[in-house]
């Protein structure tokens, strides 16, 4: 399960110059194409709200075999989000568009990765494609 967070639904419309051109949608096509010979099926959730966030993470985190996640902005605020990474079973790859870590401080902390198998950042969309590859 690839899991979006805030503002995410934007992507191909919002400040392209940092998260590209492609919307999500299309991307997800490219991405079902490229896993089409393995066995593993892909799924993709996108909401704005942290508290459906939580719900998807508890409905899916006890049978799924592994969500890839971009919280977009909770990562630097969710402490509720942490909570239900570290209580979940499945385990989580956060992914990040752009590299936080270029840009404002309050954006190199994540609340999200101690409690992550993985953090994939900076590689644009391809990084939600390396945290499925990971899983395959
Ligand atoms: C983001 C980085 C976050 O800091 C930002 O709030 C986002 C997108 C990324 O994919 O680069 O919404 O998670």
Do not use: W
């Not at 402490?79 to 270029?102: F, G, Q, R, Y």
């Amino acid at each position: 399960m690839i899991i979006n967070g805030p503002n995410l639904n934007l992507l191909g419309r919002r400040q392209p110059e940092i998260y590209g051109e492609d919307t999500f949608e299309d991307f997800m096509l490219h991405l079902k194409g490229k896993f089409v010979d393995s066995d593993i099926e892909l799924e993709y959730f996108q909401s704005n709200h942290e508290g459906e966030l939580l719900d998807k993470l508890h409905e899916i985190g006890y049978d799924y075999d592994g969500i890839v996640l971009n919280a977009g902005a909770y990562t630097h605020t969710s402490v509720a989000l942490a909570d239900a990474i570290a209580a979940i079973e499945t385990p989580v790859i956060e992914v990040h568009i752009s590299n936080v870590h270029k840009r404002e401080a309050f954006r190199h902390h994540s609340y999200l990765s101690p409690h992550c198998e993985g953090v994939i950042v900076g590689f644009g969309l391809r990084g939600y494609e390396l945290a499925v590859q990971y899983f395959v």
